[in-house]
């Protein structure tokens, strides 16, 4: 299988040299076409960092990343902004949305920028995504006149907007309850069902249990792995029985 | 704490430091000075109003005068000191030449005294009562400031010569704003030239007690004294004598405020954009417990000190420029008695100025109050409504590229943000446009007309020689054999006695001759065409109180003559006081002939100059356009400077104001910043952004301000004409650079200053400002 994303040696440290704290301490990941990827680790343990290291939204210290093949290292500032736009997607924890345009505006925004010959075309695939993701009727409220949750399906439409190859997530179910993040999860599932990359960054192991791989860290280093079957929609309690049961072993 | 906490945030932002200090510092400049002017003036003016004795009270009056029933009354009125009546001879001013100049252009009404015997004296430069010796002349003090004359220059007076012994200061009279200018001669030469012109009187007295002003004045008017004239008191020789400097001081005022005004922007930006920057750290500091007055006093402590260094340097910059603007209050009314204080004024000015920017920066500081330390740890960033723009959507916009339709919707839906940078630039559009439109106005040719001048190429003006209508006759032969010369007019200016309503006897300059040949523009009504119509020149008109239509009584060749006002022009030239009429007249001689004349080919002028200035001597021959130079070149001039410097301010204060707001905005949206970034925009692209909202408001305010300019700036610009007696005015725009050339310089300026405040923008920490 092909890797979308291959993470070498990467160690991304703050503060001056001697006196330096590593937050990615030399971890090392890949992610394959089409993977639903999860990376789990108390507060602190680079998991956040790691995953903006491996869009290129950050930068590292030392170590490598490919991403299709391209080390973001040697990529311009126009160049990542590029990839981030036609690669990658994002969904974050708080909806990241821009206050002064309606819902449908936020999600075509990305797919906008120099592009408005195509605007029909745009807000079309934005209303079959927003239908998909159960919000049609929702373009044109303001973002302040909607609920998290929906505000998060909004987050995933804007993501899927360019068919990404990988979306990444940072705790995006994480400002929702339990019933508004399992649907969350049920879209994100039929996304990657569709073939699109996963990779999420969650404390929760209810939102691990719908993926392939499970990454723990710890401190800043790939503490241990759990590979579980692709979800088929049953046993979500017992999957997410075996998360928490690894976590404990590696003593997280 | 506090000591590091000022040093590094002003290390941090050293430009934007320096450059409100320097404001800061203008502003208390502006403010010592003017505290130390108010000072100086009030008691220069005091001490000169104690040595010259200034009288209470003053009658003028023209016309027959009864000295004893006048002193009748002074020794029946018991609050009266002391009782005198001064001379003073009126004499046309085109009569009297100071060393090389005559003063037939001089807007005064020039006359004659002898020194006063009681009070009401005339002193000179330091501060004595002038004797004066036969043959010798003091001039007011105004013509040693406008250099028309020097200690030793030949002066003439109708035929009699004299030689100006020294200049004087007139409590009365000093004043720009005093029509009238007393010169100061002997008993004797007064004696001489008192058939040259007509005589008034100066009915003046001192009271004993000067509060009871008002009764005595309702005393002299109840008597039914003489009062062909106006009467002045003692508060409006004040007035007058303090009005110039004073006026001078209220600018320096209103242009400190426009700086503190400024300074405040320069406060406000950039505490606004601080306050972003820092908002989760105040919403912790909240959170553990501390005050908002302690907050407070962490923001202020830096604007302390901006507000103690930036007074501190203006007071100093105030003492080198004070000696400048004093200049004139120690020429008109010599030292002050109370200098001493006027630096302590200084002070209380600069203190006035520190304080006034604490008070704003707590002001603006007061927002803390209302910050929720909850929202400001989650969010880091103040939470704003938008407001409006809300039909404008992105997904129906199929017109302007993506970016750009960002800014206008940024902009359209936070109007209130940007309000104030839309008034400054409003502001600066204003005063880029005004004085350069004034400036092309009074430049351009046809405003000529306007100041009584017809559109002619040449002037040839025959004055003081002995027989003006033969010399014109002999002008008119050469210029009718000169096929060159296409047209041209005789105008020959001559004094008539003009009886008025009171049945008294003026006098009025009328310029005779076919003035449909080269006419003037006429404010109201048209020229003479009939022997029985006159025009008058506005400042005539104002002091006849004469409209269109009104008639008007003339003596000439001895007999009555009643003409009737056909129009009203606005003239600039002697005096701005004339008056044109057709009829025919050989009695009164002339005062002075102008023969003006239009050539077939406009490239012969300069030659032609040259050829009648040396066949014909006693004709001052001149260009045109070389006579409206000497007229009112150097206002011209100095109306140019003006334009040119108040277009580098209004840039200076546009790149400023815009570069401080658009760090404030990168600040206030590095949220919004973060989340496109995050989606693939680009560095260019937040330049295009941000470029497009200044660009957006900036053309408002470009339309707005040209469109007050060409409004309330012309009003402005016309009242401003009017001193110099131009009634009808308006703007001659030029719009290369009114509409083109200035607009350019501005989005120049602002697009510089959006790209140097925005550059932060691409460079902005995604993962640090979108993670919660």
Not at chain 2, 43 to 59: D, I, R, S, V, Y
Not at chain 2, 189 to 201: C, H, P, Q, R, T
Not at chain 2, 463 to 475: G, R, T
Request: contains cysteine.
């Amino acid at each position: 299988m092909n890797k979308i994303i291959i993470g070498e040696q990467i160690v991304k440290a703050f503060g001056e040299a001697g006196e330096s704290r590593h937050v990615l301490d030399g971890v090392s990941i890949d992610i394959n076409e089409g993977e639903f990827v999860a990376i789990m680790g108390p507060s602190g343990s680079g998991k956040s960092t790691l995953m903006y290291a491996l869009s290129g939204t950050d930068g590292i210290t030392s170590g490598k990343v490919l991403v299709q093949g391209r080390d973001l290292s040697a990529a311009s500032d126009n160049e990542l902004a590029d990839m981030r736009r036609t690669t990658m997607g994002f969904v974050f924890q708080q909806p990241t949305m821009l206050r002064n345009l309606n819902i449908l505006d936020n999600i075509i925004l990305p797919s906008m920028r120099n592009n408005r010959r195509n605007a029909a075309r745009i807000v079309e695939k934005a209303r079959a995504l927003m239908k998909r993701t159960g919000i049609a009727e929702l373009e044109k409220r303001d973002i302040t006149q909607v609920s998290g949750g929906q505000l998060q399906r909004a987050g995933i439409c804007r993501a899927l907007m360019n068919s990404p190859k990988i979306i990444f997530g940072d705790e995006p179910t994480g400002a929702l309850n339990s019933k508004s993040a399992q649907e969350i999860m049920a879209i994100l599932s039929e996304i990657n069902a569709d073939g699109t990359a996963i990779l999420l960054v969650t404390h929760d192991a209810k939102v691990a249990a719908w993926t392939d791989r499970v990454m723990y860290m710890r401190d800043g280093r790939i503490a241990g792995e759990l590979r579980l079957s692709k979800f088929d929609g049953t046993n979500i309690e017992g999957r997410a029985q075996k998360v928490a049961t690894r976590m404990l072993e590696i003593g997280i | 704490m506090y000591n590091r906490i000022i040093r590094n945030d002003m290390f941090r932002n050293k430009a934007i430091t320096l450059a409100t200090i320097l404001f800061v510092a203008a502003a208390a400049m502006l403010v010592s000075l003017a505290a130390i002017l108010v000072v100086n003036l009030s008691g220069a003016l005091n001490t000169l109003m104690k040595q010259a004795e200034t009288p209470h009270f003053m009658q003028m009056h023209k016309g027959e005068i009864d000295h004893a029933r006048l002193t009748a009354f002074a020794e029946q009125n018991s609050n009266i000191d002391e009782f005198q009546v001064v001379e003073f001879l009126n004499i046309d001013s085109a009569r009297i030449s100071l060393g090389d100049h005559t003063l037939a252009n001089s807007v005064q009404d020039n006359g004659f005294s002898v020194q006063s015997s009681q009070f009401d004296y005339l002193l000179d430069l330091d501060g004595n009562v002038i004797t004066v010796s036969d043959g010798e002349l003091y001039v007011p003090v105004n013509y040693m400031k406008d250099n028309t004359a020097r200690i030793g220059n030949k002066a003439a007076v109708g035929g009699k010569e004299f030689i100006v012994a020294g200049f004087l200061r007139d409590s009365q009279m000093n004043s720009s704003l005093a029509s009238s200018k007393r010169f100061l001669v002997s008993e004797t030469d007064f004696a001489e030239i008192k058939d040259l012109g007509s005589m008034e009187y100066l009915i003046e007295f001192r009271l004993k007690d000067l509060s009871l002003l008002g009764a005595f004045e309702a005393a002299y008017t109840s008597a039914s004294l003489e009062a062909n004239g106006p009467a002045v008191t003692y508060s409006l020789f004040t007035m007058m004598n303090a009005l110039s400097d004073g006026m001078m001081i209220a600018v320096i005022l209103l242009i400190s405020m426009l700086v503190v005004v400024i300074a405040f922007m320069c406060i406000r930006f950039t505490l606004l954009a601080k306050i972003e920057e820092d908002y989760r750290e105040i919403g912790v500091m909240k959170a553990i417990g501390l005050r908002v007055s302690d907050i407070k006093k962490i923001y202020m402590a830096k604007y302390v000190a901006i507000a103690l260094i930036g007074s501190a340097c203006g007071y100093a910059l105030s003492f080198v420029f004070k000696g400048v603007l004093l200049e004139n209050i120690r020429l008109y009314m010599g030292e002050s008695e109370h200098a001493s204080y006027a630096d302590f004024f200084g002070i209380i000015g600069i203190l006035l100025v520190s304080l006034a920017i604490m008070a704003y920066v707590n002001g603006v500081l007061r927002r803390f109050r209302k910050i929720s330390a909850a929202e400001a740890m989650r969010f880091g960033i103040s939470p704003e409504k938008p407001a409006g723009a809300k039909p404008i959507t992105l997904s129906g916009n199929r017109l302007i590229n993506t970016n750009i339709f960002l800014g206008i919707k940024d902009v359209l839906s936070r109007k209130k943000l940007y309000a104030t940078m839309l008034a400054v630039l409003v502001i600066s559009a204003f005063i880029i446009i005004v004085p350069q439109n004034l400036h092309n106005t009074i430049s351009s040719k046809s405003f000529i007309q306007y100041m009584g001048i017809g559109n002619y190429d040449l002037r040839m003006d025959i004055q003081q020689a002995d027989n003006i209508s033969e010399k014109v006759a002999e002008l008119e032969k050469t210029i009718k054999s000169d096929n060159t010369i296409s047209k041209y007019a005789v105008l020959t200016t001559k004094t008539f006695k003009m009886i008025t309503e009171g049945g008294l006897e003026e006098n009025i300059k009328i310029e005779l001759g076919d003035h449909s040949i080269f006419p003037i523009a006429y404010a109201e009504g048209t020229a003479p065409r009939s022997e029985e119509e006159i025009a008058l020149s506005s400042l005539q008109a104002d002091e006849m109180g004469k409209k269109v239509g009104d008639v008007i009584t003339v003596v000439a060749e001895g007999k009555e003559k009643k003409l009737q006002v056909s129009g009203i022009y606005s003239d600039i030239t002697n005096g701005g006081k004339t008056a044109k009429a057709v009829f025919a007249d050989d009695s009164a001689d002339a005062m002075w002939s102008i023969v003006a004349a239009e050539l077939s080919d406009k490239s012969l002028i300069g030659g032609k100059v040259s050829e009648y200035a040396g066949s014909i001597g006693f004709a001052k021959v001149s260009n045109i356009n070389e006579y409206v130079k000497q007229t009112f070149g150097s206002t011209i001039t100095s109306v140019g400077q003006a334009s040119n410097a108040a277009i580098i301010i209004a840039l200076i204060i546009t790149i400023m104001v815009t570069l401080l707001f658009m760090r404030m905005l990168i600040a206030k949206d590095k949220y919004s910043i973060a989340v496109m970034k995050a989606f693939g925009f680009t560095s260019s692209d937040f330049k295009v952004q941000y470029a497009s909202r200044a660009v957006f408001v900036l053309i408002i305010g470009i339309a707005v301000g040209t469109l007050l300019a060409n409004t309330l700036g012309e009003l402005l610009a016309g009242a401003v004409i009017s001193f110099f007696g131009v009634t009808t005015f308006q703007f001659e725009v030029d719009p290369v650079s009114a509409y083109l050339l200035s607009p350019f310089m501005l989005i120049g300026s602002v697009l510089i200053a959006t790209i140097a405040g925005t550059s932060g923008a691409g460079q902005l920490n995604i993962s640090e400002h979108i993670k919660e």
